[in-house]
Structure formats: C-alpha cells, structure tokens
C-alpha cells in the first residue's frame, strides 16, 4: 500500500464515524491523569479504575497526601495494576515532584522543555510522558502506543516511537482535541477489531 501522509486523516474520520467521540481522558483533575498514566503502563484500564478508586477513598489523589503515605499501604492500594510495589513507589515519586514543583508552573514550560523534564522522572518513558503532556497539560503531542503501532503496520507503516509520532504530528493540525480523540480512538478500535482478532471486517483494510 502506498500510504501518503493525508491518509492518516482519513483513518481517523474512518474510526470516528465507526465509533463516535470518546471523551478521553477519564479524570476529575490534572493529577488523576498523571497518577493514571504511571499506573496504566502494562496492564488494563479497568485494573487502573480501581486502583484510582482505592486511592480516592483514602484521599491520596493531591501531590502533598500521596508523597507523604506509607509506601505499603499504597502498594495494597495498587496491587491490582500489577508491578504493585514498582508502581506505587513511582507514583509517590512523582507525586513528590509535583508537591515541590507546582503543577501549574511546570505545565506551562515549552512543550520541549516539559518532554524532557517529564522524562527525567523515574519510571516516565515516552508514552507515559506524553500522555502527561497531552491529557493533563493540554498541549498537542500525539501518544504512540502498542495499539498504533500495530495499527500502523497492519497498513504499511513501520517505525520506531519518534518515526511514528513524527509522521502524526506532521500529518495532522496542531490541535489537542483531535490528539486526544485520535488516540483514544486507536485504542478503542484496537480493542474492538484487532484485540478480538476481527481483521476481516477491519475498516482499514480498504483503499484510503
């Protein structure tokens, strides 16, 4: 398939229509969406809603209460997320970044300067980053995860996580709306047609 960069909004009027808006991020506040995008790397959303509930019912969804809980009772708290005591020592970590630092003032560094700051922290890679950056700071940088990944392949695409986040950005406007929606609909779809093994009825398959 010869693919051409306006293809990629093309796939995406493609999965809106199919899907609808997904109205993503979950997240009452900016830091839930932090705490949600360290606890969400390599397991299930629904495993992340309840470690998110867990913590709200102890009220250790601000920076100052988390960095200051007991570490083993925060990894009770996420056990459910897998790599329950790497994750909750995370969380603290960060949660301590953001009680030094206020949220509001590193948020509105350059987007560059933030990516680099983002990934100082430990346990923060490029998605993770990047889903700070775009769901919880409001600023246009698209997230590549697995599920684009294997999306793009599936139409003739292949890249490593700066290729791929290179050939959105500049196929795409600026515009954090359709960042957000874009991914959240990559994922949906993924889960829908590719997790389920539907590639026969697969909405990309076709000329675009």
Same mark, same amino acid.
């Given at each position: 398939m010869s693919f051409r960069n306006k293809d990629l909004l093309k796939v995406y009027h493609?999965? =809106?229509?199919?899907? $609808? &808006?997904?109205? !993503? !991020? &979950?997240?009452?506040? *900016?830091f839930e969406v932090v705490v949600g995008a360290m606890l969400t790397q390599?397991?299930? !959303? *629904?495993?992340?809603?309840k470690a998110i509930c867990n913590l709200k019912e102890h009220s250790l969804l601000e920076p100052k209460p988390l960095a200051e809980a007991d570490l083993p009772l925060l990894e009770e708290l996420v056990r459910c997320c897998g790599f329950y005591r790497q994750k909750a020592? =995370?969380?603290?970590?960060?949660?301590?970044?953001?009680?030094?630092?206020?949220?509001?003032?590193?948020?509105s560094l350059p987007l560059d300067v933030l990516r680099q700051r983002m990934l100082s922290l430990k346990g923060? $890679?490029?998605?993770? *980053?990047? /889903?700070i950056?775009?769901? *919880?700071a409001h600023k246009p940088i698209f997230v590549i995860d697995a599920y684009t990944t294997r999306m793009m392949k599936c139409i003739g695409v292949e890249g490593d996580y700066m290729q791929l986040q290179r050939l959105f950005e500049g196929s795409l406007p600026a515009d954090v709306d359709l960042f957000k929606e874009y991914h959240a609909l990559?994922?949906?779809?993924?889960? /829908?047609?590719? $997790?389920k093994k539907r590639c026969g009825a697969c909405l990309l398959k076709q000329p675009l």
């Open positions: 493609i999965l =809106r229509e199919e899907l $609808g &808006p997904q109205y !993503w !991020w &979950p997240a009452e506040t *900016a390599q397991t299930k !959303w *629904a495993n992340v809603e020592f =995370r969380i603290k970590n960060i949660a301590s970044y953001f009680t030094e630092n206020e949220m509001n003032d590193v948020f923060v $890679g490029n998605e993770t *980053a990047d /889903s950056i775009l769901y *919880a990559i994922v949906e779809y993924s889960k /829908s047609f590719c $997790g």
